[in-house]
């Protein structure tokens, strides 16, 4: 047998050094904005180790500054639920709306100074993340999503410098979940592109696309190469003694662990300082090296958070001001139609290209027939265009001074474009839409790209040029053709090969195996994005019940209204839909049932009282989903009452609950508990429960 060498104790101290070194090295120049070594000389330290390392691999350890780059994934990102939702927030575009928010703030807390402080920092334009770290050791990463599930990307967020491995200090946090913002800056966004333009590949439209891009990555090899950096702005969890008590301590607290927030945060004192900070910020936006689209407000002391709560999914001590968006002007050549996934028709602008918020845009939305009115824009016309963040560019108004004499009126057509439908436009709504369905080739096309995407059933291959061909030649005219496709067949397309061809018959096979939410996502129901596909797979748990549910019912789902309910209603409707969906299932289209009814259940043996009013939602659909996740829902307090979820206005029933000691939340808490228990917290130990009578 052989025998391992022992190690010498200089190895292990010149180990440990190296990692120190390099750990350091990365603190003082992300978080200190001080560096100490050059890149040759950490790069010449990482190799050492890396040389140190191989001789010994049982030294390795996964914080190790050599662990960053692992091994590509083979299956996709996975699913990853987040246990405290990661948030949106609401926007302020002007100084009122922002002064609009400081009220209500204090009216809510019952204030009548205007001297609260708050916690202001960029909002940065990249992707949010959420980083859990337990006894100090980074293990998990993901993306937002719908705010509820996102997908795992720990691999390629290992390999940002600027996110510890391990935390740094004595004191750890048993458990730690920090949010924060992905990000390019202009210098790395420059530099990528000149050395894919130097290699001939493509070259990325601005930062965010880059980041975006990169994190997407399954070989952590390439996002290793991407110039990502990471800022931290929320503290999602953190266990530890004598925890921060406001925002501004907590971000103190993430520089001390090893994480860089942005050195243009800053504690401010009412409003008139609040509104300052935004100014001054929008004066040093174009002298910053990364992309802000604004900036983000907090009420610093998170007791304050905390008795504020939230609405809907946002939270109420928070605010997103936003900057107003850039402008440009160019010339409109032509205007065309294009026929939507629902049929909508839309006039888009064709541009002379111009370069707005750092994007080349050549297209640009007039939205509807009225908009074209309201605009009284012609073709030929100099006209001004606004693009903000993501959003798609829209012409905003005619330089009509500089109108020419043989500019043209737009004429709305009455006929679809691609199918020859008359258009209809129903009284009351701005949208001129083809009614021809699936019959149109184009809301065929809209259908199949919507079907295919990586958020409904991710059909690797099935991209714009094949779908194009697919329907062109009436190979596919409903989404369950798709299954049936032949891998000879489709090798005859152009540009396709043999293996192509089979690949995408594997792709097409593997996307059979599917969840009920993204499949009720696929279906492109009118106004059913994948955060209402969710509520519906949670609130039916199985699409037999999803198709038999009447409009009450679907009224009763989170989030949901009378206008998308009855979207919902009509699609399930339509006899054409029905065999659709038969013909999926048939074609072996399934998803885990296991994954939709074993959806959380904490509170089964457990009796919940709702007094009081509710600001968020109704008594109903508080008592919907606390039925959702097990419990009984009772209309009287015992001392078998599990809790008691008490509004304004709450009477006898909340008394009886103090007399009893039984557990009361009020709104905030039990919006922070629901949140927990619907990712899979587990409720308190089973009691006995009361007959139900609520
Ligand atoms: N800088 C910053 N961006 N950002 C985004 N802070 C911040 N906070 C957020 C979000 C969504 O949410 C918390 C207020 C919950």
Same mark, same amino acid.
């Given at each position: 047998?052989?025998? #391992?060498?022992?190690?010498?104790?200089?190895?292990?101290?010149?180990?440990?050094?190296?990692?120190?070194?390099?750990?350091?090295?990365?603190?003082?120049?992300?978080?200190?904005?001080?560096?100490?070594?050059?890149?040759?000389?950490?790069?010449?330290?990482?190799?050492?180790?890396?040389?140190?390392?191989?001789?010994?691999?049982?030294?390795?350890?996964?914080?190790?500054?050599?662990?960053?780059?692992?091994?590509?994934?083979?299956?996709?990102?996975?699913?990853?639920?987040?246990?405290?939702?990661?948030?949106?927030?609401?926007?302020?575009?002007?100084?009122?709306?922002?002064?609009?928010?400081?009220?209500?703030?204090?009216?809510?807390?019952?204030?009548?100074?205007?001297?609260?402080?708050?916690?202001?920092?960029?909002?940065?334009?990249?992707?949010?993340?959420?980083?859990?770290?337990?006894?100090?050791?980074?293990?998990?990463?993901?993306?937002?999503?719908?705010?509820?599930?996102?997908?795992?990307?720990?691999?390629?967020?290992?390999?940002?410098?600027?996110?510890?491995?391990?935390?740094?200090? @004595?004191?750890?946090?048993?458990?730690?979940?920090?949010?924060?913002?992905?990000?390019?800056?202009?210098?790395?966004?420059?530099?990528?592109?000149?050395?894919?333009?130097?290699?001939?590949?493509?070259?990325?439209?601005?930062?965010?696309?880059?980041?975006?891009?990169?994190?997407?990555?399954?070989?952590?090899?390439?996002?290793?190469?991407?110039?990502?950096?990471?800022? &931290?702005?929320?503290?999602?969890?953190?266990?530890?003694?004598?925890?921060?008590?406001?925002?501004?301590?907590?971000?103190?607290?993430?520089?001390?662990?090893?994480?860089?927030?942005?050195?243009?945060?800053?504690?401010?004192?009412?409003?008139?300082?609040?509104?300052?900070?935004?100014?001054?910020?929008?004066?040093?936006?174009?002298?910053?090296?990364?992309?802000?689209?604004?900036?983000?407000?907090?009420?610093?002391?998170?007791?304050?958070?905390?008795?504020?709560?939230?609405?809907?999914?946002?939270?109420?001590?928070?605010?997103?001001?936003?900057?107003?968006?850039?402008?440009?002007?160019?010339?409109?050549?032509?205007?065309?139609?294009?026929?939507?996934?629902?049929?909508?028709?839309?006039?888009?602008?064709?541009?002379?290209?111009?370069?707005?918020?750092?994007?080349?845009?050549?297209?640009?939305?007039?939205?509807?027939?009225?908009?074209?009115?309201?605009?009284?824009?012609?073709?030929?016309?100099?006209?001004?265009?606004?693009?903000?963040?993501?959003?798609?560019?829209?012409?905003?108004?005619?330089?009509?001074?500089?109108?020419?004499?043989?500019?043209?009126?737009?004429?709305?057509?009455?006929?679809?474009?691609?199918?020859?439908?008359?258009?209809?436009?129903?009284?009351?709504?701005?949208?001129?839409?083809?009614?021809?369905?699936?019959?149109?080739? &184009?809301?065929? #096309?809209?259908?199949?790209?919507?079907?295919?995407?990586?958020?409904?059933?991710?059909?690797?291959?099935?991209?714009?040029?094949?779908?194009?061909?697919?329907?062109?030649?009436?190979?596919?005219?409903?989404?369950?053709?798709?299954?049936?496709?032949?891998?000879?067949?489709?090798?005859?397309?152009?540009?396709? &090969?043999?293996?192509?061809?089979?690949?995408?018959?594997?792709?097409?096979?593997?996307?059979?195996?599917?969840?009920?939410?993204?499949?009720?996502?696929?279906?492109?129901?009118?106004?059913?994005?994948?955060?209402?596909?969710?509520?519906?797979?949670?609130?039916?748990?199985?699409?037999?019940?999803?198709?038999?549910?009447?409009?009450?019912?679907?009224?009763?789902?989170?989030?949901?209204?009378?206008?998308?309910?009855?979207?919902?209603?009509?699609?399930?409707?339509?006899?054409?839909?029905?065999?659709?969906?038969?013909?999926?299932?048939?074609?072996?289209?399934?998803?885990?049932?296991?994954?939709?009814?074993?959806?959380?259940?904490?509170?089964?043996?457990?009796?919940?009282?709702?007094?009081?009013?509710?600001?968020?939602?109704?008594?109903?659909?508080?008592?919907?989903?606390?039925? &959702?996740?097990?419990?009984?829902?009772?209309?009287?307090?015992?001392?078998?009452?599990?809790?008691?979820?008490?509004?304004?206005?709450?009477?006898?029933?909340?008394?009886?609950?103090?007399?009893?000691?039984?557990?009361?939340? @009020?709104?905030?808490?039990?919006?922070?508990?629901?949140?927990?228990?619907?990712?899979?917290?587990?409720?308190?130990?089973?009691?006995?429960?009361?007959?139900?009578?609520?």
């Amino acid at each position: 047998m052989s025998q #391992k060498s022992p190690v010498a104790p200089e190895f292990f101290k010149e180990i440990a050094q190296l990692r120190t070194e390099l750990d350091d090295a990365n603190y003082r120049y992300y978080v200190l904005d001080d560096p100490v070594l050059t890149d040759i000389d950490y790069d010449q330290r990482l190799r050492r180790l890396q040389e140190l390392e191989s001789q010994h691999p049982d030294l390795v350890t996964p914080d190790s500054p050599t662990q960053r780059v692992g091994a590509a994934l083979a299956e996709g990102f996975p699913e990853v639920q987040h246990a405290v939702p990661m948030l949106s927030l609401d926007n302020a575009f002007d100084d009122e709306e922002i002064m609009a928010f400081v009220k209500r703030v204090n009216e809510r807390l019952e204030r009548d100074s205007d001297d609260l402080i708050f916690c202001c920092e960029p909002k940065l334009d990249g992707l949010a993340v959420s980083l859990v770290y337990e006894n100090g050791a980074l293990i998990s990463g993901a993306t937002r999503g719908d705010g509820r599930t996102g997908e795992g990307i720990t691999s390629n967020l290992r390999t940002l410098r600027s996110i510890p491995l391990k935390l740094r200090g @004595d004191s750890i946090p048993q458990l730690l979940e920090v949010r924060g913002e992905v990000y390019m800056s202009h210098s790395g966004f420059e530099a990528l592109n000149e050395r894919a333009r130097d290699e001939g590949s493509k070259v990325f439209a601005n930062p965010r696309n880059a980041a975006a891009g990169s994190l997407r990555q399954l070989d952590p090899q390439i996002t290793a190469k991407r110039p990502l950096e990471f800022c &931290a702005y929320q503290v999602a969890r953190i266990d530890e003694d004598e925890a921060p008590t406001s925002h501004s301590a907590l971000m103190a607290r993430l520089r001390k662990l090893g994480f860089r927030t942005n050195p243009e945060l800053d504690r401010v004192q009412g409003s008139a300082a609040l509104l300052e900070y935004c100014q001054h910020l929008g004066k040093k936006r174009a002298k910053l090296d990364y992309d802000i689209d604004g900036a983000v407000i907090k009420v610093d002391e998170l007791r304050l958070q905390r008795e504020l709560g939230f609405v809907a999914r946002a939270p109420r001590w928070a605010i997103a001001y936003k900057f107003p968006a850039e402008e440009q002007t160019t010339w409109l050549k032509a205007v065309e139609f294009q026929v939507g996934r629902t049929g909508a028709i839309t006039p888009v602008a064709r541009l002379d290209p111009v370069t707005v918020a750092g994007a080349l845009v050549s297209n640009a939305t007039l939205h509807n027939q009225d908009e074209i009115a309201r605009l009284e824009v012609r073709i030929g016309d100099r006209v001004v265009i606004r693009r903000a963040g993501d959003v798609i560019p829209q012409v905003m108004r005619v330089i009509e001074d500089e109108r020419p004499e043989n500019a043209q009126a737009i004429e709305f057509p009455s006929q679809c474009p691609v199918c020859d439908s008359t258009l209809e436009r129903i009284e009351g709504e701005a949208v001129v839409r083809c009614p021809a369905g699936l019959f149109c080739a &184009a809301q065929r #096309k809209e259908a199949l790209k919507h079907f295919a995407s990586r958020r409904a059933l991710d059909i690797d291959g099935l991209g714009t040029k094949i779908i194009d061909q697919l329907i062109e030649r009436e190979w596919v005219k409903t989404p369950a053709d798709l299954f049936h496709l032949k891998a000879d067949d489709l090798s005859t397309l152009p540009r396709l &090969a043999e293996k192509s061809a089979q690949n995408l018959i594997d792709a097409l096979e593997k996307s059979k195996s599917t969840t009920l939410p993204r499949f009720i996502y696929a279906l492109g129901i009118r106004e059913v994005g994948e955060a209402t596909a969710g509520n519906l797979a949670r609130h039916f748990g199985s699409l037999e019940a999803l198709m038999q549910a009447e409009l009450a019912d679907l009224e009763a789902v989170e989030d949901i209204g009378p206008i998308v309910a009855a979207h919902v209603h009509a699609f399930f409707e339509e006899p054409h839909n029905r065999e659709t969906l038969a013909q999926l299932i048939e074609a072996g289209v399934k998803w885990e049932e296991a994954k939709v009814s074993a959806r959380p259940q904490p509170l089964v043996g457990q009796t919940w009282v709702l007094t009081g009013s509710l600001e968020s939602m109704t008594r109903d659909e508080g008592k919907a989903r606390l039925q &959702a996740l097990g419990a009984k829902v009772s209309g009287s307090v015992s001392k078998k009452t599990a809790g008691v979820v008490a509004g304004p206005g709450a009477g006898s029933k909340l008394t009886r609950a103090q007399e009893l000691n039984v557990e009361v939340l @009020d709104e905030a808490a039990f919006l922070a508990q629901l949140a927990g228990w619907e990712n899979g917290e587990s409720g308190k130990d089973e009691q006995p429960s009361d007959e139900e009578t609520a």
